[in-house]
């Protein structure tokens, strides 16, 4: 979008300024499209005794918020390495032009949507958390590795790799909070979910705009990415695994 803009004479400052503003009335919009939704949207209602709801939730409220919290810290590490700062450090580190090295973040988005479908026979044979947890892990180290990389060559193929395995988490993370609240509670938990994620990811690009302004703290926002990341997969881990084994039994204790 950017590029289309500049070809079309619009100077770069410019062009970035307005591709932020139409991402801003794009959000605005969709806003206003979700107020007109009704309760009928839902696929599952509860035919009993009405409890009260906040935010739609009511039994798994305090699940649904402590999902929320952890993904949240989740989406404020990832910001701290979005697409376009990534492709900002490149240009900084090794003089590569942004457009070329969005051509390559590009050409890793197919890797992660190839790895997304192989999620689910993952998580068949070790469980949603797991998953989530040990497909995720080895993505940040590798996260990490990028800054410490040398030439152009070795921090692109680092990259690549952790961007093949690093959204293998999503249909799982997806999953396993629909599995863990009351069929009725499914849209409120995932808009929940959802909104803590945003506004994770809006925060902390400001701080890693910071660090890249700085030569000295250069590749910071790759190492706290990753270290937010695995404090994340380690809280996630602990506080959801036994979660996922009393879910089980309940499911064997339904069949029976």
């Known amino acids: ?25 794009m959000g605005v919009l969709l806003v206003v499209l979700f107020t007109q939704l009704s309760p009928e949207v839902d696929a599952v209602h509860f035919d009993g005794p009405q409890t009260p709801t906040r935010l739609g939730l009511h ?3 305090s699940i649904v918020l402590k999902l929320s919290t952890l993904f949240g810290l989740d989406a404020f590490a990832g910001g701290f390495v979005v697409q376009s700062l990534v492709a900002y450090w490149f240009h900084v580190r090794f003089g590569v032009e942004t457009g070329s090295t969005r051509r390559h973040l590009f050409r890793s988005e197919h890797s992660c949507r190839i790895s997304a479908l192989a999620a689910a026979w993952v998580a068949a044979r070790i469980g949603l958390v797991n998953t989530m947890v040990f497909t995720h892990l080895p993505s940040n180290l590798l996260l990490m590795l990028v800054p410490l990389m040398s030439n152009l060559p070795s921090a692109i193929v680092v990259l690549f790799v952790r961007f093949s395995i690093s959204q293998m988490d999503v249909p799982a993370r ?39 302004g700085n030569p000295v703290l250069l590749g910071a926002p790759f190492f706290v990415a990753g270290i937010l990341k695995v404090v994340y997969d380690i809280l996630l881990y602990r506080s959801f695994r036994e979660i996922k084994e009393r879910e089980h039994e309940n499911a064997v204790l339904r069949r029976d």
């Open 1 to 25: 979008m950017t590029q289309l803009l500049q070809q079309a004479g619009v100077i770069p400052l410019n062009s970035y300024r307005t591709v932020v503003a139409l991402y801003g009335v």
């Open 174 to 212: 997806q999953s396993y909070t629909m599995a863990v609240v009351a069929p009725d509670e499914r849209s409120a938990a995932a808009g929940v979910t959802g909104i803590a994620r945003s506004i994770g990811a809006a925060i902390s690009p400001t701080f890693a705009g910071v660090f890249l």
């Open 59 to 61: 039994r798994s409220r």
